[in-house]
Structures are given as structure tokens and as C-alpha cells.
């Protein structure tokens, strides 16, 4: 293995990622941030600058399960204090196992401002993928709003609340064209874009050769969409999910919600004298937002042939169905460990949106969270009083809580309470989705787990019951880090604590999790080595580190 070092300075960069000019977060004065490519085994070091001049910021490698450094987690309020302007702060931590993964701003809303960007981790030397392929093509996937996130989330915390609607665009490789189309000479009713081959947010291509095999790696750190990829003329065979093999199969798109990644393999065994669509579309949400379209270039066609039939069309939006049978195709490969075949707890976690003083919240087991100022990390470990709410958060929620319908009374309450799971316990979690609301709502959330990855051992509609245990998939349950609810649906995970710290278990939709949409989970924090004092110093934790031990 090796050591891999970067240098990045966060800062705020105009930039045209749908060809209207906006301010950005980037990295090293670029959108996307530089992408990341290590082996498996290697420790990956970013020393970061926070440039931005008057906010702190942190950034989370996704899917990375950080075993023994819950310090580099990179989440505001868990795992450390956001970095201060002009400070420095040091990530360091292992890539054990090859994947597709990427990296994102956790603090505020910044992922939405486009503090992200890809982080791909080959098999170690000597080491081999279990499916063979030529050459691959990186798809990092999200969308775009024109306002900005300061905007944003003054609306979400207001009264009236305002909503922030659906993207204005959604970007490949942070490239999108906003109110035109690249196919507007085959599709009607579209207008042209006007854009020159060097400008910011020029159409993508992905250059291969005809007759080979390509791994299409493909990652959404979406603010809001569910998305669905297709190529033209090109069937796709899933082999990946969230860094984790799955059993092989075919289909003519994917779906991809955010904070989810896929490996898919495709045959370049089409017409070679055309370039083909990549096209990638709204889901599981009325579409407002144009589909996002790439050029496949099969060599040596130019980069920049327009491909003259139409591009693949999103399934639509409301067809749940087409969904689900995406979904429950996604199986462990042989090889992958198995679940334990029980487990020591089990927590219903009932998804709702709810009203706070008139703010509007979203809650879990009717608790929306909060974070604390000082990181649960530190304030655990350290046993220090009053840095969160010390009562324990509900398991479960009133047997008679019709899901079908909008919450009876919609009050909620608030807290920064911390699901303490017993140190290598094995912990099942039944997400329950459920009436928004409004009559008839009910909306797709992808949860995302950060220290672990989970099995997923079922889904299934309405409310779980006991019996829904019996069809738990024990045998190939897919192993991931991110899973999604549908509406009025439950998920069922199990995963074993066995990584000392403290971790958020939460929805990946931006304005959801900051209004309160996730949990806090610890365990082992006595076992937790030496936290940097850069992690600790603010809160009462900065406290006690900035001044002399007595
Ligand atoms: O949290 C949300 O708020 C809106 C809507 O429910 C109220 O405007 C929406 O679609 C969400 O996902």
C-alpha cells in the first residue's frame, strides 16, 4: 500500500455549470473537486484548507467506513469541529476495500453548493475484480438549483416555509445545460444550446472503442433527485453497489438515488460509424428538471457528433413499479458475508414530516434531530454533561399510527438524543415510511449510513409487522451503505456495531436532513484512540483542550 497525499483549499469560485454563471464551492479553484484514485489498502491524506472566508467547513468520504479514525468522518457536529476559516485541518484514513465512492461538504447545506466530487478505489495490487472489463468511464451524477443555499435553507426555517422546489438542472461530471437541450435537433419543442467546446458547461464525452467492455462507474450526491441512467442501444449489467459486489444482472436503465453508486458494465458492440445518448432523468418526483444528457463517442467518430435518434427516455416518474423490480434485483455475489442470523435489537424508525412552532420538520419515531455544538465524539468519549440531550430516543413508534394517512396530531419535538447501540451488538432497523403531510404524499428518501455498511433484508409495502421477519433475506441480502424507502414502504437493515464511534444514520436528501431527518448512532466510544485536538476545539470540548490541564 502507499500513502496518497493532496493539498486542497476549499473556496467559493464563479463558475457556469449549466452555462448561467453562479458562485460555487470548489476545490482548488475547480467544480467538481479533483477526483480521487486510490488502491485498496492505501491511506489516503488530504490536508485541507478552508479558504472560504467567513464559514467552517468539513468534507465526508462517503462509504468510506472509517474503522478506527471516527475522527475523519468529516461531519460537523459528529466527528469534528467545522474547520475555521484559514485553518488547516489533516484527513487521514484507509480505502479498505475497492469500490465506487465520492466525497462531500457535511456541514450546512454545502454539498448542495458543489463541495463534492469522486473518489474511486481500485482492487490492491495482485488482487482481481471478480468481472473483467477494458477500460472505465466515471459518472459522477447531481442536480443544480440557481439559488443559492443560504436562500435555501432561510426558506426551510421559516414561517411560512418555502419550499426549494425541484433543480434547474441536472449535471454529469458537474456539466448541464440549463433551459436548452443537446437533442434539440431530433427531439421537438426543445431549444439548441449555444455553447462552445471550452466552456464550463460544454456537453461530456465519454470517448471508447468499439468491441470492448467498459466499467461505467456512477455515483449521485443529488441535493433532492432520484435519478435514472440509460444509454441508447446499450443494455447495462450491474456488478457493483456502494463499494459492495453484486450478483450480476441486465437492464436497459438504472436507478440512482442519492448518495448510492453503481458499477455497470456495457458492451461497445453498437453501430460504430454513431455516438450514442447518455441520458439521465428525474424520478420518484413530479420532473421539472430537463433529463441531462452525455455523449458516448465510440472512436473515431468526433467527440462532438450529435447522436441523430432520440435519447432513452426516463421511465415515468410515478412508476414505482419499475423501480421496486430495479431495486429487489440487487443481491449480495457470492462470497459476500452474511448477515448474523439474529440480532440483539431491533428499532422501528417511523419517517414523517411534522410541524414545530409552525415550522415545517421532518421526524423520526416523532424527533426531529438537532445537532449539538460540540461533536458527539469528543463530548462522549470525554463524558462531558450537557453537550446533548441525554434522553434516550425512541425504538419504536404507537402500534395504532396509521401510515396511510397524514399525521393525526403533527406536532413534533426536537433533539440531539444518541441511540447508544452495545459495542459488536447486532442491530436491525426497520425504516417506515409514511404519509407526508399533505393527503396522498408520500416520497422516497434514501438512508445513508456513515462507520458501516448494512444488509438489506427486505422491503415491503404498508406497515411492517412481525411477520414480515419470516421473508427476511438471510441467504444474498446486498450488502450497502445506502438504501431507500418508497412511499408508504418499509426497508429492513441489520448491521453489527463494531466500529467505535459516533455515527449519523440519515437521509441523503439535503433539505430533508436539515430539517431533522436522521438519527444518531454510537458505540465503543471508550475504546476510541487518540481524537486530533483540532477534531475537538470548539464547544465545551474546545473548552477543555484550550485551556491548561490543571
Ligand atoms: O420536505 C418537503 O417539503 C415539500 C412539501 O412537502 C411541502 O412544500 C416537499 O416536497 C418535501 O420533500
Known amino acids: 500500500w502507499k500513502a496518497r497525499h493532496f493539498h486542497w483549499e476549499v473556496g467559493y469560485v464563479f463558475w457556469k455549470p449549466d452555462c448561467q454563471e453562479k458562485v460555487m464551492i470548489g476545490i482548488n479553484g475547480q467544480f467538481p473537486g479533483p477526483t480521487i484514485r486510490a488502491k485498496a489498502g492505501d491511506i489516503i491524506v488530504v490536508e485541507l484548507k478552508n479558504s472560504l472566508p467567513t464559514e467552517g467547513v468539513v468534507i465526508h468520504w462517503h462509504g468510506i467506513r472509517q474503522m478506527g479514525t471516527p475522527w475523519a468522518d468529516g461531519t460537523a457536529s459528529l466527528s469534528q469541529c467545522p474547520i475555521k476559516p484559514d485553518e488547516v485541518f489533516v484527513y487521514r484514513f484507509k480505502v479498505d476495500k475497492p469500490g465506487t465512492y465520492f466525497y462531500h461538504g457535511h456541514y450546512g447545506m454545502q454539498r448542495a453548493a458543489g463541495l463534492y ?11 482481481k475484480e471478480p468481472f473483467h472489463y477494458d477500460g472505465e468511464l466515471n459518472l459522477l451524477l447531481s442536480d443544480w438549483y440557481h439559488q443559492d443555499i443560504y436562500t435555501q435553507m432561510v426558506g426551510l426555517s421559516s414561517v411560512p416555509f418555502r419550499w426549494i422546489g425541484e433543480p434547474q438542472t441536472l449535471l454529469i461530471n458537474g456539466k448541464g445545460q440549463y433551459n436548452c437541450s443537446l437533442a434539440a435537433h431530433v427531439v421537438a419543442e426543445q431549444s439548441a444550446c449555444e455553447i462552445t ?28 433527485a432520484s435519478l435514472n441512467l440509460a444509454i441508447a442501444n446499450h443494455k447495462m449489467v450491474v456488478v457493483e453497489a456502494d463499494g459492495n459486489y453484486v450478483q450480476p444482472f441486465a437492464v436497459d436503465d438504472v436507478d440512482v438515488y442519492s448518495g448510492e453508486s453503481y458499477s455497470v458494465l456495457i458492451q461497445t458492440d453498437q453501430d460504430p460509424s454513431s455516438n450514442y445518448w447518455i441520458s ?69 424508525l417511523l419517517n414523517t414530516q411534522n410541524k414545530l412552532n409552525g415550522y ?7 424527533v426531529s434531530l438537532v445537532l449539538p455544538p460540540t461533536p458527539y465524539l469528543g463530548s462522549i468519549k470525554h463524558r462531558l454533561a450537557n453537550a446533548f440531550v441525554t434522553v434516550k430516543p ?33 442491530v436491525d432497523v426497520i425504516l417506515q415510511n409514511a404519509n407526508a403531510l399533505s393527503e396522498n404524499i408520500s416520497e422516497i428518501h434514501p438512508w445513508h449510513l456513515h462507520g ?17 421477519v419470516k421473508s427476511f433475506n438471510l441467504k444474498n441480502p446486498p450488502l450497502r451503505n445506502t438504501v ?27 433539505p430533508h436532513l436539515h430539517m431533522g431527518m436522521g438519527v444518531i448512532f454510537a458505540e465503543g466510544v471508550e475504546l476510541v484512540g487518540r481524537i486530533p485536538k483540532e477534531a475537538m476545539t470548539c464547544g465545551l470540548t474546545g473548552k477543555k483542550f484550550m485551556n491548561p490541564y490543571p
Open 452 to 468: 458501516h455498511d448494512f444488509w438489506v433484508l427486505g422491503y415491503g409495502e404498508g406497515r411492517f409487522t412481525k411477520n414480515d
Open 117 to 127: 466530487g469522486s473518489l474511486v478505489v481500485e482492487v490492491a495490487d495482485g488482487e
Open 394 to 426: 425512541p425504538e419504536s413508534f404507537p402500534v395504532d399510527y396509521n401510515v396511510m394517512k397524514p399525521p393525526v396530531n403533527p406536532n413534533t419535538t426536537q433533539s440531539s438524543g444518541v441511540y447508544m447501540l452495545e459495542f459488536n451488538s447486532t
Open 197 to 224: 467546446s471550452s466552456s464550463q458547461c460544454a456537453p461530456v464525452t465519454f470517448r471508447v472503442l468499439p468491441k470492448k467492455t467498459y466499467r461505467l462507474r456512477i455515483a449521485s450526491t443529488t441535493s433532492l
Open 360 to 366: 415545517t420538520k421532518w421526524s423520526i419515531n416523532n
Open 280 to 348: 439521465v432523468g428525474v424520478r420518484g418526483r413530479q420532473p421539472k428538471t430537463q433529463p441531462a444528457l452525455a455523449i458516448l463517442n465510440y472512436y473515431p467518430n468526433a467527440a462532438e457528433k450529435l447522436p441523430t435518434s432520440v435519447p432513452p427516455v426516463t421511465p415515468v416518474w410515478n412508476d414505482y413499479t419499475h423501480s421496486k423490480s430495479f431495486t429487489y434485483k440487487i443481491l449480495a455475489l457470492q462470497g459476500t458475508p452474511r448477515p448474523p442470523s439474529s440480532s440483539h435489537r431491533l428499532m422501528s
Open 484 to 510: 431507500v424507502i418508497f412511499p408508504y414502504g418499509w426497508t429492513a437493515i441489520r448491521f453489527v456495531a463494531d466500529n467505535p464511534g459516533a455515527w449519523a444514520f440519515h437521509c441523503h436528501i439535503e
